[in-house]
């Protein structure tokens, strides 16, 4: 059983008075600021020897001083740290950052980490920002950086609309390969509001996108998986061989059944969930779905004067959106998180208490927008989407005051003008400005799913709005309209170089957790010094959901080296108290 007395250095504190001891004497190097837990100095040694043996000298990094914890920017992320962190900037990183070279160097790796009982915690780039980004939940883990070599666009098939991608390729990456090869005529990509994250990052995470195809999970299509013991499994139809395939050649080089990324289900149970949001594997391959280009496309915005439409606009919605007229994923956003795109809080008031109604009415005013402020888009030719738009049109305008926009509209409004490119596949990092509402801006994502429904909305409005104010925050945040129910993301900006603001925004996020449970609301996702926490509200018929994971996880990963504590699934070799975020 692991403790975290064995940590060395361990504590929330003390791993920064060791890393001012080792200081970065060359001999010192090969000492990181945390150890894996229970593994000695020695021992790590050898464990990284032996990984260098695997991946190469150039590709484990130890990290052993402060400086790798500089990378604090979106387009130069931390690979060790959370670099929006809302604890101290060391307490989730990891000991070491290892980068395979593919998916032989994996498979390996598993077995070296199940040899010497280490935690590796594996990403593709790192940008899970607000949620985390490249550090591991158990503090001195390896980093598994699988982003770094492994950045193929293996396959973009046109008559079939789909890619077949390996962990480091971007949304980003991915727009510029359809573009340079001459297919964005044929093929769009889905992308998030950022587009420098990972496809298999944020898919496995179940991050959406706002196109039709936003859903990324429902839009996946096929993995390859390195299991917790090394061995390689394809998933759905993949499990089926290609006779033409080179026997040859090792399994994950051989060609795969032709249909491998067209039918998701395969035969047998549907083994691709255990692998989301999950701890169970490695995903090394994965196919996404893209979107045939609909021949014709119009963005659109509609803005609504006062805090109390929202209930009408949603009640708008629900059916617009279950029947597909709202064809792509709209978002409903406050305006205070375009002001924010805008500019920061500076820019619009001294004051630094929550802005009051009648603040944030004249900043809806000073950048001509409503208090609620719709995105959404028209896909197909003229005929289609003109008929859709008298539709919506028509129907918003049985809210007093709701106005409707182009992007021609309004040349100067950057939401919208980056809005209009998201929502047609072209990715962006323009929403990265709303971080900076606050000096040091850093970010929290709290994001509760709800019905759509005006009581529902507004009840989440009002509880998440109230509890931001009440710790000293604005209210920023939009719901984004799925099929049938809302991921409703607050967006949390606190200043992480002030440890008082750190600390209200971590009680704030715990609050609003055991306030949406008991509503009977839960998140869809969350950043690790949250993850046990929303586990434990996922609690139907004594925690039997939970006590299944935790059965699957033992199973496939008897020493739960694979990023324990993930999800808040705790493998049985780890104490899971031992592990508890500490709170300031
Ligand atoms: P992004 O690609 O958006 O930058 P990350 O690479 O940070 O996102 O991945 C987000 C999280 O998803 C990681 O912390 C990890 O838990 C999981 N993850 C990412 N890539 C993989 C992968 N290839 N296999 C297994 N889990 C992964």
């Not at 991946?55 to 604090?72: A, R, T």
């Not at 044929?186 to 859903?215: A, C, F, M, Q």
């Not at 323009?430 to 994001?447: C, P, Q, Y």
């Not at 996922?538 to 496939?556: C, G, P, S, V």
Request: aromatic fraction near 10%; charge should be negative.
């Amino acid at each position: 059983m692991k403790q975290p007395e064995d940590i060395v250095g361990g504590g929330p504190t003390s791993p920064l008075a060791f890393r001012q001891a080792v200081g970065s004497s060359p001999q010192a190097r090969a000492n990181p600021i945390r150890l894996p837990p229970g593994i000695s100095a020695e021992v790590f040694q050898t464990f990284t020897q032996r990984a260098a043996a695997i991946c190469g000298d150039e590709n484990v990094v130890i990290i052993s001083n402060s400086d790798e914890l500089n990378h604090e920017s979106y387009l130069d992320p931390s690979k060790c740290h959370d670099m929006y962190h809302v604890l101290e900037d060391d307490y989730f990183i990891s000991s070491a950052v290892i980068t395979p070279r593919g998916v032989p160097d994996v498979q390996d790796m598993m077995r070296l980490c199940n040899e010497f009982s280490v935690p590796v915690w594996p990403f593709s780039i790192g940008r899970n920002v607000g949620y985390g980004g490249a550090a591991p939940r158990v503090p001195g883990s390896i980093g598994l950086d699988l982003g770094k070599h492994m950045n193929k666009v293996l396959d973009i098939n046109v008559d079939g609309a789909f890619a077949l991608l390996e962990p480091g390729i971007t949304f980003l990456d991915l727009h510029e390969h359809l573009v340079k090869n001459n297919l964005r005529d044929k093929l769009w990509v889905d992308v998030p509001d950022l587009g420098g994250g990972s496809v298999i990052g944020n898919t496995i995470e179940r991050g959406v996108g706002y196109t039709p195809y936003g859903d990324h999970w429902m839009m996946h299509c096929g993995m390859e998986v390195v299991l917790p013991d090394g061995s390689l499994i394809r998933t759905g139809m993949g499990a089926l061989p290609n006779p033409k395939a080179d026997p040859s050649r090792p399994p994950h080089e051989q060609d795969a059944c032709e249909t491998w990324q067209l039918f998701n289900y395969g035969f047998g149970p549907y083994n691709d969930g255990i692998f989301s949001q999950s701890s169970l594997g490695i995903v090394v391959k994965m196919g996404i779905w893209l979107m045939a280009n609909p021949g014709g496309y119009q963005s659109y915005l509609i803005t609504f004067p006062k805090d109390e439409d929202l209930h009408q606009i949603l009640e708008v919605i629900r059916p617009l959106r279950v029947g597909m007229v709202l064809q792509n994923v709209p978002t409903l956003r406050h305006v205070l998180l375009d002001a924010a795109v805008h500019g920061n809080k500076k820019s619009y008031t001294d004051s630094t208490k929550p802005l009051t109604d009648v603040e944030i009415d004249e900043i809806a005013k000073k950048i001509g927008l409503g208090r609620w402020n719709l995105h959404g888009a028209l896909y197909g030719p003229a005929p289609i989407r003109d008929a859709m738009w008298g539709v919506v049109k028509q129907s918003f305008s049985s809210i007093p005051g709701a106005k409707f926009y182009f992007p021609e509209d309004m040349p100067d409004n950057l939401v919208l003008q980056t809005r209009h490119l998201t929502l047609q596949g072209i990715p962006s990092t323009t929403e990265l400005k709303w971080v900076d509402w606050l000096d040091n801006g850093a970010h929290l994502f709290f994001s509760p799913i709800s019905k759509v429904s005006g009581d529902d909305g507004v009840a989440q409005y009002k509880m998440t709005r109230t509890r931001c104010e009440e710790f000293g925050f604005d209210f920023i945040g939009t719901f984004v309209v799925g099929m049938r129910e809302m991921h409703h993301i607050v967006c949390l900006v606190f200043d992480r170089k002030d440890p008082d603001s750190r600390r209200r925004a971590h009680k704030l996020i715990a609050t609003l957790i055991d306030d949406g449970a008991k509503n009977g609301w839960g998140e869809y996702r969350t950043h690790l010094a949250y993850m046990d926490q929303i586990a434990a509200t996922y609690n139907f018929n004594d925690n039997a959901q939970m006590k299944l994971n935790e059965k699957i996880k033992n199973a496939l990963d008897p020493k739960g080296i694979l990023a324990p504590g993930k999800n808040g699934v705790w493998p049985k070799t780890f104490d899971a108290e031992s592990f508890k975020v500490p709170f300031q």
